[in-house]
Nanobody, 120 residues
Framework: QVQLVESGGGLVQPGGSLRLSCAASGSFFSIDAMGWYRQTPRKPRELVAA???????GYATSVKGRFTISRDNAKNTVYLQMNSLMPEDTAVYYC??????????????WGPGTQVTVSS
């Protein structure tokens, strides 16, 4: 079984920064793409940022230039550095990973989510 565990959420003032981490554990062959999504009660879950095994990244327009996604393949961990946070970034942030449980059998996994609140 594969588990994703997020950490680093919390309350921050507008203009502040937070760093989210997500570590994958369990038994698997490899981890392919990893990413961060967010969801609020008023909006469906949306992709924030994603990163390939080789380090190619992609971002939602709303976070480009403010958020940076990175990963440490040796630690099976993905990070999201969030700078210049705005109230509209308030959401539950979910980690996602495409995991090959055995070679050729890729499955989609989600973390339980971590709350990020941007408020003065």
């Amino acid at each position: 079984q594969v588990q994703l565990v997020e950490s680093g959420g919390g309350l921050v003032q507008p203009g502040g920064s937070l760093r989210l981490s997500c570590a994958a554990s369990g038994s698997f062959f490899s981890i392919d793409a990893m990413g961060w999504y967010r969801q609020t009660p008023r909006k469906p879950r949306e992709l924030v940022a994603a990163i390939s095994t080789g380090g190619t990244t992609g971002y939602a327009t709303s976070v480009k230039g403010r958020f940076t996604i990175s990963r440490d393949n040796a630690k099976n961990t993905v990070y999201l550095q969030m700078n210049s946070l705005m109230p509209e970034d308030t959401a539950v942030y979910y980690c996602n990973a495409k995991v090959e449980v055995v070679r050729g059998d890729q499955r989609n996994y989600w973390g339980p989510g971590t709350q990020v609140t941007v408020s003065s």
